[in-house]
């Protein structure tokens, strides 16, 4: 079973669009397959870094699916070139690697989710959803790793240039503050006596306030303000 950052159901009406790249032609076919037999609408696939780049920006995929050890471009590069071309790109790495420095770099990158590749395809089709969706997926123990990374870059020293952070509403705030300790938007709509849609804008709405992209980052930014007591 997947680990969450959150861990909302997924209810878009259209198929999720999703790119598979990965230098194994058999693994990526499979995973494609799996995908798409699934109702998923997979758009593109790509064996390397240079042609995951390209593809991705000519098909716009809602989810890429990207495996990290990749000839050219390596999938952290990747991941870093089509976030930055397009931020509502959402990126699960899938990966035979669980070490701790791949995950940390491919989040750092802008993956939104880290997946093992012994994962089972349930799992795999869930955590795809999932990421649509905006919710953080990682394997189990990894979510974990990247929180505790965040809480260290959070211990570190702002610069002085830093600009000062948008004010947000006391509402926006609380509900800030139950993401960062982990909650779903289901869950902080039960504690909070809201409808489940208001906590989803009252996300969006701080999300571009702070000009973030993601929960991950949203997350991060929690805990880099203290936001995170008792998580």
């Given amino acids: 079973m997947t680990e969450q950052l959150t861990t909302d159901q997924p209810t878009a009406d259209r198929p999720v669009r999703v790119m598979v790249v990965d230098d194994h032609p058999m693994w990526r076919d499979a995973v494609s397959r799996d995908l798409a037999e699934a ?14 780049v ?23 590069e990747v991941c870093r ?10 990126v699960l790495v899938l990966s035979a690697s669980g070490e701790h420095q791949d995950v940390l770099e491919a989040v750092k990158s802008g ?5 093992l590749k012994s994962a089972g395809r349930e799992e795999l089709l869930d955590a795809v959803r999932r990421t649509a969706v905006g919710d953080a ?35 926006e705030t609380e509900v800030l ?11 902080i709509a039960d504690r909070l006596v809201l409808s489940h849609r208001t906590v989803q804008n009252h996300v969006q709405n701080t999300l571009g306030k702070l000009q973030l992209h993601n929960r991950v980052e949203l997350v991060r930014y929690a805990i880099e303000q203290g936001l995170d007591d008792g998580f």
């Fill in 39 to 52: 109702g998923l609408d997979v758009v593109a696939t790509a064996g390397d870094g240079e042609e995951a």
């Fill in 54 to 76: 390209r593809r991705a920006r000519a098909c716009t995929p809602q989810v890429v699916v990207l495996d990290l050890n990749l000839p050219g471009l390596s999938g952290a």
């Fill in 81 to 90: 070139q089509v976030v930055a071309h397009d931020p509502a790109v959402r």
């Fill in 111 to 115: 993956a939104t989710g880290y997946l």
């Fill in 137 to 171: 997926v990682f394997t189990p123990g990894l979510a974990g790793l990247v929180l505790g990374e965040f809480r260290r870059l959070a211990a570190e020293p702002a610069a002085a240039s830093a600009p000062a952070a948008p004010r947000l509403t006391a509402r």
């Fill in 177 to 187: 503050r139950l993401v960062a300790k982990g909650l779903s938007y289901r869950q």
